[in-house]
């Protein structure tokens, strides 16, 4: 089929592929935010009293460090200390190790799955491209999504099971800190998490469509009737609303 350019079908595929393109983006944003929860010391928040080198006021907990305002002499001449989270530390509890290698494998596995879209989008618009081969990237980037979605999943969870049932932390002796804090509350980096991960599951079923590159041109012929153009622009308008995927061409 001959697609010329200004024909209604080539309005409708501008229109689908824009829809793509949003879905691009999100998941652009999802990654953002993976990566933002792996990296901001904002996972637990503890409220702590009359600790000596602390005084009273938070320690936030992340994955990778724990972080507080020191004072060693409480004289109120307080400045911002950080100490790393890491595996010479056996006696840290096994959900923060965990979340470090799940997110981390995350994020990676939600880059690639970007470059995989970005692949399949660009060949998207290549007439000599057969729709299975385009098919095949976007599938393997909805199973990227759907094993990063997953991961952070579980690494949240965990980490929130952990909050809400006051799980203590023996941190190591050097560090001066308590074991379990007056009050502790779940940090914006778990939230974040969620949102993250909710966005990588719905975009891997999006991106799992069985037939998204369903052909419109073997429905309609262009060169028909006034009333021909007409049911194929209804046809086309509900794969819109279906959230159809742009045209392929066999």
Same mark, same amino acid.
Request: with cysteine; aromatic share 12%.
């Given at each position: ?13 501008r ?8 879905s ?11 990566i933002?929860?792996?990296?901001v ?20 907990i ?10 060693p002499?409480n004289d ?5 200390h ?15 190790? +965990? %979340?470090?290698?799940?997110?981390? *494998?995350? /994020?990676?596995?939600? =880059? ?5 879209? $970005? @692949? ?6 290549e ?19 759907l ?17 809400l ?22 940090g ?5 998490g969620? +949102? %993250?991960?909710?966005?990588q599951l *719905?975009? /891997?079923?999006?991106? =799992?469509?069985p037939?998204?590159?369903? $052909? @419109?041109?073997t429905?309609?012929d ?29």
């Amino acid at each position: 089929m001959q697609v010329k350019e200004g024909s209604l079908v080539v309005r409708w595929l501008r229109l689908v592929s824009g829809l793509q393109l949003c879905s691009f983006l999100i998941d652009i944003v999802a990654w953002i935010m993976c990566i933002a929860s792996t990296a901001v010391v904002n996972w637990r928040v503890w409220s702590v009293e009359n600790i000596k080198g602390i005084g009273s006021g938070n320690i936030w907990i992340g994955i990778w460090q724990v972080c507080f305002w020191k004072d060693p002499s409480n004289d109120g001449n307080s400045f911002w200390h950080c100490e790393d989270l890491n595996e010479q530390h056996p006696s840290l509890p096994r959900e923060i190790f +965990i %979340a470090q290698d799940l997110m981390a *494998l995350a /994020s990676i596995m939600n =880059s690639a799955a970007l470059g995989l879209i $970005s @692949f399949a989008l660009y060949n998207v618009f290549e007439p000599r491209k057969h729709k299975n081969f385009v098919l095949t990237f976007f599938r393997l980037a909805a199973f990227l999504n759907l094993v990063a979605g997953i991961l952070v999943l579980i690494s949240v969870v965990w980490n929130t099971s952990a909050v809400l049932h006051n799980g203590k932390i023996v941190f190591p002796e050097d560090f001066e800190l308590p074991q379990i804090p007056s009050e502790q509350h779940i940090g914006p980096s778990i939230y974040l998490g969620y +949102i %993250a991960a909710g966005f990588q599951l *719905l975009r /891997s079923g999006k991106l =799992s469509d069985p037939d998204p590159g369903r $052909s @419109f041109h073997t429905r309609m012929d262009l060169r028909g009737s006034g009333s021909d153009s007409f049911v194929l622009g209804l046809q086309m308008g509900f794969d819109v609303l279906q959230v159809r995927r742009p045209l392929f061409y066999d």
